[in-house]
């Protein structure tokens, strides 16, 4: 169980001296330690992709993939930076909600394995244009399921969201895939939840949904090789030392799991969101209307998350003693300080009112599990400040 939390020392012997401290820095060996013991505790019948909307960096695609089955990615884009960064023989299974005509023929030009398909038109359209191009394109039917799933921070299914097809539909999306000859039905997709911090729970609601997807298949007299379980095995942004029980879900999971079936899973956030901070350097510290704020080099244009979830993202201060001006050093001692980006937004906040025994202009806030949806949905361009250096330090050093 690793969580990167870098040193001062260690962070300045890496980061650029000649400018303010902003950088996002990734120890790649950790990440790997971590990703292998997730595969490691999974049953031998499951697969283990990367969801590379979590974090599409080619260093850590490149990093991931002989250790993962493959990447489950969302857009062409993505299709073209997995090729890229990783090749052309790494497997790519697609989702997503939204797909064109262009998207359909890119899967097909590019080898990716199969489709989910979210919709009845999305089935039409991936037969219209497989058909077209004389070959047959694998597919699962993603779910939308009819009840409510508790426990999650975003919940994908099992309400009134734009993904998947209702649970209610799944029939007639069977009657329409068998006239659908470009089509292999393979089996059931399921993204229910994401951030689920209940492994039980977890592996109760995957229960339901294998014996969901086996009782389809049995009344339709289809062959069901693969369910795509999804991701969303959860991080605790509370506490950077909590970790989802990969071991209890896999064998609260088990018993469900038994036969010749493809279990897949892609995750995204809990393999990439621990062995990555972002680090930036305190420019300004002052109180307005009874508040203290610090002013950071970097805010939510390189790193949204804190402000997507409305959270305080942990970090932890790291002083320097060097303060190179005449006049007296700004610092807040013993209250409560809110950390604030460089943008001219009062949403510019990754951090409220989070009591601090000391934080000086100079000194470091280090945001830790920074790795996954960080840079990867943040606003880069707004205002146009300069990007975050982007380091990867190996385990000697981190
Ligand atoms: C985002 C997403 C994932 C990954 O979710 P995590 O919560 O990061 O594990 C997997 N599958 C689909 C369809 C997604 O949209």
Redesign the pocket.
Known sequence: MTLLRPTMTQIAAVVDSERPVCAFLHDLDALRRHVLRIVGSLPAEAELFY?I??NNDPRILRMLAPHVAGF?V?SSGEILRVREATGPDVRIIM??PARTNDDIELILAQGVERL?VESLHMLRLANAVAAQAGTVLPILL?VNLAGPVPGAT?T?GGAATQ?GIAQSDIPDALRLMKNCRALRFEGF?F?TV??NRDAAGHAALCAMELDLARSWATEHGLDLAVVNL?????VDYDDPDWRFDVEGFTRALAPHAAGDLNLQF??????TAYHAVYVCEILDIKAVHGRAFALLRGGTHHFRLPSSWAHNHPFVILPRDAWPHPWPRPECTDSNLTLAGELCTPKDVLARDVPVARARVGDLVCFLMAG??GWDISHHDFLCHAHPESIYVDEAVA
């Open positions: 969801a909307k979590a489950e969302a989702g997503g989910h993603r975003l994908m993904f997709h993204h994401s951030n999804g991701g969303g095995w959860g892609e995750c995204g956030r809990i393999l996954a949806y």
